[in-house]
Structure formats: C-alpha cells, structure tokens
C-alpha cells in the first residue's frame, strides 16, 4: 500500500522498470527446451503480476487522493487493520 507521494513516486518508477522488463524479455527468442520454456513462462508470469499489483496500488492511491474511494473492499477481515490505515 502506497501511503506517501515518495512512495508514489518510487512504486511508478518501479511500475516502468518492471514494464521495460518485460518488454525486454517478450523480444528475447522463445526458448525451445521444456525446462527453459517453463522458465520463461514463470519469468513472464512474475514480471505481469507485480506489473499489476503496482498498478494496482497507483490506482488505489490515486483514488484516496482525489477523495473517490467509496468503500473498502476486505478479502479477509485480517486485512481490515491495513485497510484501515
């Protein structure tokens, strides 16, 4: 959870980082060998879901700044001390 502008700003900075990342890697040659595919697909994997949880926590940020947020939605209610916050 992004609770500051330097937090912000390091957690967009990342989001490009990790967005270049993958690009770079999608441009590699797909591997041929089963254990270097499945290795590469983890590789993309990894890379697209913290892609999404950055862009995720922008989001959410964002929204807390502009005062949209309307409720909090709870997977756990041990999450509800984080949301909270």
């Known amino acids: 959870m992004i ?3 330097r937090q912000y ?18 441009n590699l040659p797909e591997p041929t060998e089963i254990n ?5 697909q983890l590789d993309l994997d990894a ?3 913290q892609i999404e949880e950055f ?5 959410e940020y964002q929204s807390l700044q502009r005062g949209t947020v309307e409720q909090l939605i709870l997977e756990s209610f ?4 984080q ?3």
């Open 36 to 40: 270097d595919k499945l290795d590469y």
């Open 55 to 59: 862009e995720q926590e922008i989001a």
């Open 9 to 26: 700003r390091i957690t967009k900075t990342k989001l490009n980082e990790f967005q270049l990342a993958l690009l770079e890697l999608k």
């Open 83 to 85: 949301a909270l916050l």
């Open 47 to 49: 890379l697209s879901s």
């Open 3 to 5: 609770r500051n502008e």
């Open 78 to 81: 041990d999450e509800l001390p």
